[in-house]
């Protein structure tokens, strides 16, 4: 097919046959209407519906019937603003409702309203946060907001910068820790370095395995050392396995250990993993994006005591401070600006250095994006909102309530925990009646394991509430309970374990 030559400007009136090019395409009036519509909308499905104990947690629809309920299909014409008003009550109410205080499923739930007007001043500026002429109040408030977690690790001085995610920020760890070993990698490639090896816990989330693999290092060179019964990486395994790895005459190089492993909560014993690493010389590079806001609390920050002698820390707000996705921090304790060394490409038509100001401002050859998303403002003001005491007891409560819970269960028949909880993960057997002790059958691991599936099926279509199950090595299916939203009080522990029964115990 020809090409279509360029529309002159008479032939563009001509076709909008509306409008004059002096006028902008946007009507301000029309669009801010929309706006203030749409938002009603969002306060009344989301906020207001969507933190309310009296409405459902989700409402279920197959795949089939939900596509055709919010008719997705792109056209040629665009819509009325009513059907467009229509289209965004259907989004939000055909959502998960995450802050709902009966959603337990994943470590992103609860709502902070500070935060969210951060958020939707950052939707509004729409700046990318890579030059100080484009973002000069990011520029120094990113700064600010991670000299701020770096003193809660214990560090002083330091460097950081926001991710998309914590498995981005650990897989930067991981290219920073290869960079400072081998330095002409980041010219050369993978030509020429021997074998290296990256050692973790098999409790350690996949972002460390996707790393390896997405940075040429391979996932068969990720060594897994042996955890105890709580999951806690044991330290005398890593040494040895690095010393087998170094006779096998491939290059250790990283450690990543975890705050807060994504199933049982657990907290690699730091001071002891960083005995190991000053003695093999290997950067250790502590994941913790679930369990990093236990630095907050004074109550419970002795569970990552010894994360000041680690070489970076990840670590995700938008998880247990409820900062909102995505929010999520790569600290290094490095101070000769190894980050922009390694990640730099010099791109003359942004980072010039001829600039009229000081051009160590410019923090976007830091990054390995161009276009980077503001993700420090809603933590800022949330910050500023409620001070670090104000998060200290948001952490402190999540505690209490774990404590509660796990004390309920225990009076309860049918309910078996895996172990006594280091974190507000609480993971847990419901064992219905049918099968309370037959643990000896031949076919009762097999049975149990159908258990927690089922129960899930029916609560998420009755969109009661939400929770997570998983298999964990031999382990079968068990759910894992994650309670700190704070918007979660006791009576929503109790729905929880009176919903666990009703759904569960006909089986």
Excluded at 57 to 63: Q, S
Excluded at 219 to 240: Q, S
Excluded at 449 to 461: G, L
Aim: glycine share 8%; proline share 4%; charged share 25%.
């Amino acid at each position: 097919m020809a090409d279509e030559s360029p529309l002159s400007s008479e032939q563009f009136l001509g076709r909008t046959n509306e409008r004059d090019l002096n006028e902008p395409l946007t009507d301000h009036a029309e669009g801010q209407l929309f706006l203030t519509e749409a938002f009603k909308i969002i306060v009344d499905e989301v906020l207001r519906k969507g933190t309310d104990v009296k409405h459902k947690v989700c409402e279920w629809k197959e795949p089939e019937e939900l596509a055709r309920l919010l008719d997705l299909e792109l056209r040629e014409t665009g819509e009325p603003q009513q059907k467009l008003l229509q289209r965004v009550r259907d989004v939000a109410k055909y959502s998960v409702k995450t802050s709902h205080p009966r959603f337990f499923n994943q470590q992103f739930a609860g709502m902070d309203y500070y935060s969210l007007a951060g958020r939707y001043l950052t939707e509004t500026l729409n700046t990318n946060l890579f030059t100080y002429e484009v973002a000069p109040v990011f520029v120094l408030m990113e700064t600010e907001v991670l000299r701020g977690l770096r003193q809660l690790v214990g560090w002083t001085e330091g460097d950081g910068i926001f991710c998309p995610g914590g498995s981005a920020s650990n897989m930067y760890a991981m290219n920073l820790a290869r960079y400072r070993l081998f330095p002409e990698a980041k010219s050369q490639g993978l030509y020429g370095l021997p074998r290296l090896a990256v050692f973790t816990s098999p409790e350690s989330h996949y972002s460390v395995k996707k790393g390896a693999a997405f940075l040429g290092i391979g996932m068969d060179n990720v060594i897994l050392v042996k955890v105890d019964d709580g999951g806690h990486m044991i330290p005398e395994d890593l040494d040895e396995k690095i010393e087998l790895t170094k006779s096998q005459g491939a290059v250790p190089f990283l450690v990543s250990c975890t705050s807060g492993t994504t199933v049982q909560g657990a907290f690699d014993p730091l001071d002891r993993i960083a005995d190991v690493c000053d003695k093999h010389k290997l950067w250790m590079h502590i994941d913790a994006a679930w369990g990093g806001s236990v630095l907050f609390s004074k109550q419970h920050r002795h569970l990552m005591k010894g994360a000041d002698r680690a070489n970076s820390v990840a670590w995700n707000p938008h998880k247990m401070l409820v900062a909102g996705l995505q929010c999520s921090a790569l600290l290094l304790k490095d101070t000769t600006n190894l980050l922009k060394h390694c990640h730099s490409t010099r791109a003359t038509y942004l980072f010039q250095q001829d600039k009229f100001y000081d051009v160590n401002l410019d923090i976007g050859d830091k990054s390995l994006q161009c276009s980077r998303k503001v993700d420090c403002l809603k933590l800022w003001l949330m910050w500023k909102a409620v001070g670090s005491a104000g998060l200290a007891e948001r952490v402190d409560k999540a505690f209490v309530h774990v404590r509660y819970l796990v004390e309920q269960m225990k009076k309860r028949d049918g309910f078996h925990l895996l172990g006594e909880p280091e974190f507000v993960n609480v993971c847990f057997w419901f064992i219905p009646p049918s099968l309370r002790g037959k643990e000896g059958n031949a076919d009762y691991q097999e049975k149990l394991a159908k258990v927690a599936p089922t129960i899930k099926e029916r609560m998420m279509k009755q969109g009661t509430m939400m929770v997570g199950y998983q298999p964990l090595g031999n382990k079968v299916n068990f759910f894992r309970v994650i309670a700190f939203s704070p918007l979660i009080s006791q009576k929503d522990l109790d729905f929880f374990l009176n919903e666990i029964e009703r759904l569960g115990n006909d089986l």
